[in-house]
C-alpha cells in the first residue's frame, strides 16, 4: 500500500468517526467551532475573554489540544470555562477519535456551545474534520502578512478567520487591508474580523457572531423536535 493510499485511508476513516461526531453534536443542538492557528497566535487568550463576556448568556464548554501540558485547560478553567486536556503526546493536530475520547473524559456535559482549541499548527490541523460547524483561523498580525497564502489550505477552510493581535499592528509593519484581501480571495465567502483581547476591538462582533450560530443551532433543533 503506498503512502498516499494510507493517507486517503486515514482521513476517511477520520471523516466517518467525525460524521458520527456531528450528529451527536446536531442532536443535542451544539454549535461546535474548531479553533486552528499557530502557537501564541492568542486562541487561548481569546476564550478565555470569550467566557467572560458570555458566561451568563450559553451554556460553554473547550477540548483544548496540545502536546504537552495542561496549561491553556488550566488557564481557561480559571477564567470560568469549562475545559478538558487533551495531550496528544506529540499528534501535531487532533482528529476525531481525541475528541471522541475527550467527550467521553470531560468532567461536563456537551455543552451548547463547543469550542475545540486545535494544536498550534497551521498545516495538519486543517486536513482534519472534527464533526465540527465550522473552522476559525487565527492568525495574529505579530506572524506576518503572508501566512493566508504560505498556508493556503486553512484559509481555504476556515469559515472564518480572525485577525488577532491588531493593537501591535503599527509595531510590526502588518498591512491589514492586504491580508483581508489575501484571505477573501482564497476563500470569498470568509467572514473576517479584526480583534484585540488586550483593547476589546473586534470582541463585540467576535460574539455576535456566536450568539448568531447559538441561535440558529437552537432553532435547528427546535424544528427536528417539532
Not at 499557530?38 to 476564550?47: D, N, Q, V
Not at 448568556?57 to 477564567?79: F, H, N, P, Q, S
Not at 498550534?120 to 486543517?126: D, E, M, Q
Amino acid at each position: 500500500m503506498t503512502q498516499i493510499e494510507v493517507r486517503k485511508k486515514i482521513l476517511a476513516e477520520n471523516e466517518a468517526r467525525a460524521a458520527t461526531l456531528r450528529e451527536r453534536f446536531d442532536a443535542r443542538g451544539a454549535l461546535v467551532l474548531n479553533l486552528i492557528s499557530s502557537p501564541g497566535s492568542g486562541k487561548t487568550s481569546l476564550l478565555e475573554a470569550t467566557a467572560r463576556r458570555m458566561a451568563d448568556e450559553v451554556e460553554m464548554g473547550a477540548l483544548v489540544g496540545d502536546i504537552a501540558t495542561e496549561l491553556d485547560a488550566e488557564r481557561l478553567r480559571a477564567a470560568g470555562l469549562p475545559a478538558h486536556q487533551i495531550v496528544t503526546a506529540g499528534a501535531c493536530h487532533l482528529d476525531a477519535r481525541f475528541v471522541e475520547d475527550a467527550l467521553a473524559a470531560a468532567p461536563f456535559a456537551l455543552p451548547e456551545l463547543l469550542f475545540v482549541e486545535n494544536v498550534g499548527n497551521l498545516v495538519c490541523p486543517a486536513s482534519y474534520v472534527l464533526g465540527e460547524d465550522y473552522k476559525v483561523a487565527l492568525l495574529s498580525v505579530t506572524e506576518g502578512a503572508d501566512k493566508p497564502f504560505k498556508y493556503p489550505a486553512i484559509f481555504t477552510r476556515a469559515a472564518v478567520t480572525l485577525i488577532t493581535k491588531v493593537d501591535l499592528a503599527e509595531h510590526v509593519d502588518f498591512d491589514l487591508a492586504k491580508v483581508r484581501e489575501h484571505v477573501l480571495s482564497l476563500n470569498p465567502a470568509a467572514r473576517v474580523l479584526e480583534l484585540s483581547v488586550r483593547t476589546g476591538q473586534g470582541l463585540d462582533a467576535w460574539c455576535a457572531l456566536l450568539r448568531e450560530g447559538v441561535a440558529a443551532k437552537r432553532g435547528a433543533r427546535a424544528e427536528a423536535l417539532a
